[in-house]
């Protein structure tokens, strides 16, 4: 992924008024919010989109969002995408654990603090975005390393080639 391309966030809730809340809180330049109003519209977005974070609601009919949380967090793909849960009930111990132990990062109740979201979503977008350029620095340094290991073995048998020959040669003239 080239360090310029557009980081995606997934947003998931079933109400649409949310989602268009979040489309209004997280319009920044370089980011693409893919909304779905449900666990199963986010699936196969999930399908189709590497995401950098996702914003999943609690309380969903069908998929809720700690079952969303648990089928991520059980595909490859998807294993390392920071999750935070948005919920409209209150900020209970048990909702909490529950939603840390699918897999959250953070979990915010609504309403939400916009100044709060939009820094929270600036600190993993950053964190995306150093991990992305970390693993393309690892590549290109595996891949020098590859050339330095082809050079050294090229400079090896070159050097190898003329002594065993200059070796011969004298074995030749001592006999």
Do not use: C, W
Not at 56 to 82: F, K, N, S
Not at 134 to 150: P, T
Request: no cysteine.
């Amino acid at each position: 992924m080239a360090s310029d391309m557009t980081l995606k966030i997934l947003a998931v809730d079933d109400t649409p008024q949310n989602l268009l809340a979040l489309q209004a809180l997280i319009d920044v330049d370089g980011v693409q919010l893919l909304s779905a109003r449900s666990g199963t519209e986010a699936l196969e977005l999930l399908l189709q989109h590497e995401v950098a974070l996702a914003l999943l609601d609690v309380q969903m009919p069908g998929i809720d969002g700690y079952t969303l949380a648990e089928l991520m967090r059980g595909t490859e793909r998807t294993r390392h995408v920071p999750i935070i849960f948005l919920t409209a009930s209150g900020a209970e111990a048990q909702r909490a654990f529950r939603g840390y132990e699918a897999g959250a990062v953070d979990f915010i109740v609504k309403p939400l603090d916009p100044m709060a979201l939009r820094s929270k979503v600036r600190v993993f977008l950053d964190l995306h975005r150093q991990r992305v350029q970390l693993a393309e620095r690892v590549a290109e340094h595996e891949r020098l390393q590859r050339v330095h290991r082809l050079m050294l073995s090229a400079l090896s048998y070159d050097i190898r080639e003329p002594l065993t020959a200059l070796a011969l040669n004298a074995e030749l003239l001592l006999r």
